[in-house]
């Protein structure tokens, strides 16, 4: 008995139809619930509403502070530019990634 078919022997095949498949995904779907119901749904509410304007305006500053200390200097060497523009990044990231979605989720308007 060689490699191929002994591998061919454990193989089960399992004929689902076209219907059984659509009846079963949309039972799943039906049964899931945006946002979840109960304990983990108020806690996920409560994280979203308080997680993301702290981590914002932490953020924010952070980024600032870094890049006016870093724009101080007489002489910008490579590494002051990079670090520079990696805060600066990082706050366009949380203005255009963090803010829409925490604003979405809390008051459910499209920014």
């Known amino acids: 008995m060689d490699a191929t ?5 454990n193989v089960t095949l399992i004929n689902v139809t076209e219907q ?9 779907l039906a ?7 109960g304990y983990y ?4 509410a409560l994280l979203w509403r308080v997680i ?19 724009l101080r200097q007489k002489k910008m060497t490579s590494t002051a530019v990079f670090l520079c523009y990696l805060g600066l990044s990082g706050t366009l990231v949380l203005f255009s990634a963090l803010l829409p979605g925490w604003v979405l989720y809390t008051w459910g308007i499209d920014a």
């Open 5 to 9: 078919t002994q591998f061919a022997s």
């Open 31 to 37: 049964e899931r619930r945006f946002p979840p119901v």
């Open 52 to 70: 993301p304007p702290i981590l914002i305006s932490i953020g924010t500053i952070g980024n600032s502070m870094t890049m006016f200390v870093l």
């Open 41 to 44: 749904g108020d806690t996920s």
């Open 20 to 28: 059984e498949t659509i009846n079963t995904t949309s039972s799943n």
